[in-house]
C-alpha cells in the first residue's frame, strides 16, 4: 500500500520554529520530485515547496523564502520541510505528496497518495 505520513507539527509561537517529517512507506521516494502543500482555514491548498528528485534542486513560495528549507533523505525514504521565523499566515494543515516533476515550487501530479497532514498552529 502506497502510503505518506506527515509528522512533526504543533503549537509554535510566532517566531519560532519547526520541522516537519514526509515519510514514505509501500515505494520509494527516490524516484519522485516531492513537494510540500498547505491548506489554511477557509482557503485553497497552495503549494509550499518542491525538491528534485536527487535533491539537486529546491524552489520555494516567496511567502517562505529564506524561512523554510526542503530537504530529503533517500536512504531514508523521508523528505523534511525546516520552518523557521514562523509568522501566523503559515497556520494550516501541512501536506506532502510525491509527484512526477517540479513546476517551481509546486509538485506536479498525478499523486499515488495523500497523507492525513499535519497541524502547524502559530499563535501567540
Known amino acids: 500500500q502506497l502510503q505518506l505520513v506527515e509528522s512533526g507539527g504543533g503549537l509554535v509561537q510566532p517566531g519560532g520554529s519547526l520541522r516537519l517529517s514526509c515519510a514514505a512507506s509501500g515505494f520509494s521516494l527516490v524516484y519522485n520530485d516531492i513537494g510540500w502543500f498547505r491548506q489554511a482555514p477557509g482557503k485553497e491548498r497552495e503549494g509550499v515547496s518542491c525538491i528534485s528528485r536527487r535533491g539537486g534542486t529546491a524552489n520555494y513560495a516567496d511567502s517562505v523564502k529564506g524561512r523554510f528549507t526542503i530537504s530529503r533523505d533517500n536512504a531514508k525514504n523521508t523528505v523534511y520541510l525546516e520552518m523557521n521565523s514562523l509568522e501566523p499566515e503559515d497556520t494550516g494543515i501541512y501536506y506532502c505528496?510525491?509527484?512526477?516533476?517540479?513546476?517551481?515550487?509546486?509538485?506536479?501530479?498525478?499523486?499515488?497518495?495523500w497523507g492525513q497532514g499535519t497541524q502547524v498552529t502559530v499563535s501567540s
Open positions: 505528496a510525491a509527484g512526477s516533476y517540479c513546476l517551481g515550487y509546486v509538485i506536479q501530479g498525478p499523486f499515488p497518495s
